[in-house]
C-alpha cells in the first residue's frame, strides 16, 4: 500500500536561501480543514488552553514541552508559521557571527531505505527518513538580528531558542569570544534561551564538530557563557556510546540554569539509487534525521537521566531525534525529558504539533 504524503513545508529541490527568501509553502485546503478539525477537538478536550502549559525555566513558558528543533525554521516567516501551526516553543536553524554561504546544493533527501553500517539510499519521494547536508548557511547579524528581534517583539508569549555556531574559529580564545557574541545578540533581541550547537554532524572539521567531544574545553565555554549571559543556556550534542564522561563535566555549569538538547542529526553515507554520492564525492557522508535516529535519541535520554539522578544536578533534557509518531513525544516525557522537540516531522507533516497537543491531552484524561 502506498502511503501519501503532504509536501514538506521546506522545499528540498530549492536553495535553503531561497526558501528563506519564498517562505513556507501555502497549506492546501485538506491541511486546513485538518487543522480545524485537531483545533476543535483539543478545545474539547482543555477548553482553557493551560492543561499542557509548562515553565520549563523561569520566563520560558512553553504552551506544551513539544516544540520546534534547530533546522526546521529559519528566519520570522518560518517561526511564525511553525507557532501557527501549535508548536509550544521554537528554536531558530544556528546562526552565525557572520554571513556564510555553506555547502552547495543538493542539501537535503528523503531517504527510502538503508541503515548507519551500510549507508541510506534517497528517495524521490517524503518518507520518514532524512539527510542533510546544509553547513549551516547564514544570511549574517545584519539579517538575522533586526529580523529576530521583529519576530520576538510581535510574539512574545511563545519562547525563542537561539542556535549558534563558531565559524573558522583559529583558538580556544576565538571560540569562546564568538560563542559570547551571539549569545550576547540572543539576549538583546529578547530569546528565552541561547543553544550552542557544538555538535553538527556536517561541519569541517576545526568548526563545530568535534567541539563536544572535549568535556573540559565545553565545560570552559560555558562558565564563561554563564558568566556574561543572564538567559537560559542549551547545549546541542550528538549521540555519543558514552555521555556520562560530557555530562558529568557539563551537569555543575548547567544546573539550575540549561540544559542539554540531545541529540543531533548523525553522520552516514547516502548515496543515490545508482551507487554515486548524493551530495557529491567530496560529501559521502550527511546527517541523518527522524525514524532512524530514533535508538540513539532514547539511548542519550537514558544517559543523561541516568546523570541527573546519580548526581541530583538540575540541568533540564530536550529530547530530540527519531519523533516519528505523536507517541513518541508522550513517551520521551514519560521516560523523564523536560521537553521533545521535532525538526523532521515538523518540516514533513503541518498537523504534527496538533496532533501530539491531542494525543497529550488525551493522555491527561485517561490518567
Ligand atoms: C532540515 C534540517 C536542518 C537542520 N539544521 C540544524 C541546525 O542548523 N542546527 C542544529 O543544531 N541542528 C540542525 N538539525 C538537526 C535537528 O535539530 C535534530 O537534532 C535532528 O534532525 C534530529 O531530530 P529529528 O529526527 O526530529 O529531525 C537539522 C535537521 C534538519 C532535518
Redesign the pocket.
Known amino acids: 500500500m502506498t502511503i501519501s504524503r503532504p509536501a514538506p513545508l521546506?522545499n528540498n529541490k530549492i536553495h535553503f536561501f531561497e526558501n528563506y527568501a519564498r517562505g513556507p509553502r501555502m497549506l492546501t485546503n485538506a491541511e486546513r480543514a485538518s487543522i480545524n478539525k485537531l483545533k476543535k477537538e483539543i478545545a474539547r478536550l482543555d477548553p482553557t488552553g493551560l492543561l499542557l502549559v509548562k515553565n520549563i525555566f523561569p520566563n520560558f513558558k512553553a504552551s506544551m514541552p513539544f516544540g520546534i528543533?534547530?533546522?526546521?525554521a529559519y528566519g520570522g516567516r518560518f517561526l511564525g508559521m511553525y507557532k501557527e501551526l501549535g508548536y509550544g516553543f521554537l528554536?531558530q536553524?544556528?546562526v552565525r557571527d557572520r554571513e556564510w554561504e555553506a555547502n552547495p546544493m543538493p542539501h537535503?533527501f528523503y531517504l527510502s531505505k538503508g541503515s548507519f553500517g551500510k549507508g541510506f539510499v534517497t528517495s524521490s519521494k517524503p518518507t520518514e527518513m532524512?539527510a542533510?547536508s546544509?553547513g549551516?548557511h547564514c544570511l549574517g547579524p545584519k539579517v538575522w538580528e533586526p529580523e529576530l528581534a521583529a519576530f520576538k517583539g510581535e510574539n512574545r508569549s511563545v519562547p525563542l531558542i537561539i542556535?549558534g555556531?563558531i565559524t573558522q574559529a583559529r583558538s580556544h580564545d576565538e571560540i569562546i569570544g564568538q560563542y559570547v557574541e551571539i549569545g550576547k545578540k540572543a539576549e538583546k533581541i529578547g530569546a528565552d534561551a541561547y543553544?550552542i550547537?557544538i555538535?553538527?554532524p556536517n561541519e569541517m572539521a576545526g568548526n563545530s564538530k568535534d567541539i563536544q567531544d572535549d568535556a573540559a574545553f565545553t565545560g570552559e565555554i560555558l562558565e564563561e557563557l554563564t558568566r556574561k549571559l543572564g538567559i537560559p543556556i542549551l547545549v546541542?550534542i550528538g549521540h555519543r556510546e558514552n555521555l556520562e564522561t560530557f555530562a558529568l563535566v557539563v551537569a555543575p555549569l548547567l544546573s539550575g540554569r540549561g540544559g542539554i538538547?540531545a541529540?543531533?542529526?548523525k553522520p552516514a553515507a547516502v548515496r543515490n539509487r545508482n551507487g554515486s554520492y548524493a551530495f557529491g564525492s567530496s560529501r559521502p557522508k550527511a546527517?541523518i534525521?527522524?525514524k532512524p535516529?530514533k535508538p540513539y535519541?532514547k539511548d542519550a535520554l537514558k544517559q543523561l537521566l541516568k546523570v541527573r539522578k546519580e548526581t541530583g544536578y538540575n540541568f533540564k533534557i530536550f529530547s530530540?531525534?527519531?519523533?516519528v509518531t505523536p507517541g513518541d513525544v508522550l513517551e520521551r516525557l514519560r521516560m523523564g525529558a523536560d521537553a521533545v522537540?521535532?525538526?523532521?516531522?515538523?518540516?514533513s507533516r503541518p498537523t504534527f504539533a496538533l496532533e501530539v497537543k491531542k494525543r497529550l491531552l488525551q493522555s491527561i484524561s485517561k490518567e
Do not use: R, W
Open positions: 521546506y528543533a534547530s533546522g526546521a528554536t536553524k544556528t537535503s532524512m542533510n546544509f549551516m542556535s555556531v543553544e550547537n555538535s553538527c546541542k538538547v541529540i543531533n542529526s546527517g534525521s527522524y535516529l535519541a530530540v531525534g527519531g519523533v522537540e521535532s525538526a523532521a516531522a515538523a518540516v
